[in-house]
């Protein structure tokens, strides 16, 4: 583990050159060619290790999971069918910690130490209907795993604009440092939320449309074409990457907050 590392250097019982070389080889493990695991990836950028388990075999995704959480403590699993959360759950240890976010499929595996540090950063997340919430749900989990307050307040699309008031102006009372604004369809939400607030938005278009324009391309064309500055578009369905960004912002605007 770096802390070793570290602490042996400051003994002495490491030069630099062998603690540069030790920290090096712990920074990717190949998995029989499988996969190449970055176990220093969330003291590196603050972000945790994230699996997709879309398409990968059982034995690989289990193999990789149970690898990673010996070395880090933790490891969330995004995108799983009912099969792969159930071998998962089959292969863990007794004291291990397994949490499943059922809407959005997924799965945070920890060992019964790890502990999540509170940052202070605060992150309000919106959607536009109940079909966007799965989207919602993944945004959540990473940001809450990377010690972030999140608000949600669901189904306050432009069909019925008057329902985003209250939501909205709770978000603004409570501070947030940045919202998530998750829609289908034409996307209005999103312009509409950054047009109200002083603080930076991250619009995350949803598959949820049909006909022209469908499976979400006419959201993330809409969303990009926005009017309102202070806007962020991340992909189709990418609430994992709208969590982890919209998280190393308000992460980073608690710390200046507890100075």
Same mark, same amino acid.
Request: charged content about 25%; overall charge neutral; glycine content about 8%.
């Given at each position: 583990?770096?802390?070793?590392?570290?602490?042996?250097?400051?003994?002495?019982?490491?030069?630099?050159?062998?603690?540069?070389?030790?920290?090096?080889? !712990?920074?990717?493990?190949?998995?029989?060619?499988?996969?190449?695991?970055? =176990?220093?990836?969330? !003291?590196?950028?603050?972000?945790?290790?994230?699996?997709?388990?879309?398409?990968?075999?059982?034995?690989?995704?289990?193999?990789?999971?149970?690898?990673?959480?010996?070395?880090?403590?933790?490891?969330?699993?995004?995108?799983?069918?009912?099969? !792969?959360?159930?071998? %998962?759950?089959?292969? %863990?240890?007794?004291?291990?910690?397994?949490?499943?976010? !059922?809407?959005?499929?997924? @799965?945070?595996?920890?060992?019964?130490?790890?502990?999540?540090?509170?940052?202070?950063?605060?992150?309000?997340? &919106?959607?536009?209907?109940?079909?966007?919430?799965?989207?919602?749900?993944?945004?959540?989990?990473? @940001?809450?795993?990377?010690?972030?307050?999140?608000?949600?307040?669901?189904?306050?699309?432009?069909?019925?604009?008057?329902?985003?008031?209250?939501?909205?102006?709770? &978000?603004?009372?409570?501070?947030?440092?940045?919202?998530?604004?998750?829609?289908?369809?034409?996307?209005?939400?999103?312009?509409?939320?950054?047009?109200?607030?002083?603080?930076?938005?991250?619009?995350?278009?949803?598959?949820?449309?049909?006909?022209?324009?469908?499976?979400?391309?006419?959201?993330?064309?809409?969303?990009?074409?926005?009017?309102?500055?202070?806007?962020?578009?991340?992909?189709?369905? @990418?609430?994992?990457?709208?969590?982890?960004?919209?998280? %190393?912002?308000?992460?980073?605007?608690?710390? =200046?907050?507890?100075?």
């Amino acid at each position: 583990m770096l802390k070793d590392i570290l602490e042996k250097t400051v003994k002495g019982e490491l030069t630099t050159e062998e603690a540069e070389k030790l920290i090096r080889l !712990q920074a990717i493990a190949e998995l029989e060619d499988v996969a190449r695991i970055d =176990f220093n990836r969330e !003291q590196r950028k603050g972000i945790p290790e994230v699996i997709l388990a879309e398409n990968k075999s059982m034995s690989d995704l289990v193999e990789i999971t149970m690898r990673m959480m010996r070395e880090s403590g933790r490891v969330i699993v995004s995108r799983c069918n009912q099969e !792969q959360l159930l071998a %998962l759950k089959e292969a %863990l240890p007794p004291d291990a910690v397994f949490q499943v976010n !059922q809407k959005a499929k997924i @799965a945070v595996v920890k060992t019964s130490a790890f502990k999540i540090k509170c940052s202070g950063g605060r992150i309000g997340i &919106l959607t536009a209907g109940t079909s966007d919430i799965p989207i919602a749900e993944e945004a959540k989990v990473i @940001a809450e795993e990377m010690g972030c307050e999140v608000y949600t307040s669901y189904d306050l699309g432009v069909a019925g604009i008057h329902r985003l008031l209250s939501p909205l102006k709770d &978000l603004i009372i409570k501070d947030v440092d940045i919202i998530i604004v998750i829609a289908g369809r034409e996307g209005a939400l999103c312009s509409v939320v950054a047009g109200m607030v002083n603080v930076p938005v991250i619009a995350v278009p949803t598959s949820n449309s049909y006909g022209f324009g469908e499976k979400g391309v006419s959201t993330l064309m809409a969303m990009l074409q926005s009017c309102s500055l202070g806007l962020a578009v991340v992909n189709i369905d @990418a609430g994992v990457a709208a969590g982890a960004v919209a998280t %190393l912002i308000a992460n980073r605007a608690a710390k =200046f907050r507890k100075r």
